[in-house]
């Protein structure tokens, strides 16, 4: 029996909107389909904009709930969804192990075809999306054995860096502030060369942005205009990964979704 368990580890609610949707959705109605989500944290120390109605104290609990809802706005809640509770801005603190070991756990229950998580770039270089990916890596190596019909596929979500340029451009011709990518907190792109996973995105970019407006606390971060739905549908035509696991043979051909090719 082949095996459709798509397990996504990220750091904060939020980063799943952009981070795999597009996937999600256009494998959303497939009987043997699973979705296995884990967030390192709610996101409690997120930016509270004047007059939302949140505190410090309850911005974790919001999220997740804004989260949750997101997911059913898209029309796919997940099978599994997992918050580990480590401290938004502070999962590079916790001992490795701790963090590696609860991923651990929860994968191998899962035994998932495919695990999505972020690269050492972080899409943002942000420290905790650094930290989970690293963590996620370690535990997919851990558990990847020729004896499971999981772990076939380790993917990194990332831009382009064409893509990153091209954005960025566009960023600057209107005005807005552009990303500099040796910052911390700012996009950047990994060498085009390194993508190996290119998704399609463009039936299903309703429901991408259904899920992404529901993140009500933070959609003064996520977007520029978060009134502009054209400009969100644009930004969601495309995922991209590359694959980290396993080791990409030089001139192979590109994947169109995450689990092409495999049994
Ligand atoms: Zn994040």
Known sequence: MRNRTLA??????????YGAAGSVALHAD???FRF???????GELGDIREGFPAT????????????????????????RHEWLGLPDGGVAGVPFEQVVSAVVQVLDEED???VVT????????????????????????????????GFQR??????????????????????????DPTQTYHMRGIPDEQIGITVDCREVTGRIVAGLREHRSQLHVMSDDPTDGDQWERRVRREWYAVAWPEPRPGAPMLTDLFDGLG
């Open 8 to 17: 996504c580890v990220f750091a904060h609610p939020d980063d799943d909107a």
């Open 30 to 32: 497939e009987a043997d």
């Open 36 to 42: 296995v989500l884990v967030h390192a944290t709610s």
């Open 56 to 79: 410090r104290q309850t911005l974790g609990a919001v999220r997740r709930a804004e989260d949750e809802a997101a997911w059913r706005a898209l029309g796919r809640a997940p099978d």
């Open 112 to 114: 998932p075809a495919v």
């Open 118 to 149: 972020f690269g050492p770039d972080g899409v943002f270089g942000h420290p905790d999306h650094i930290a989970i990916g690293a963590a996620t890596d370690a535990a997919f190596a851990r558990l990847r054995s020729p004896d499971r019909s």
């Open 154 to 179: 380790l993917a990194h979500g990332a831009v382009p860096q064409t893509v990153f340029e091209r954005w960025n451009r566009q960023r600057d011709e209107l005005g807005l502030f552009t990303f």
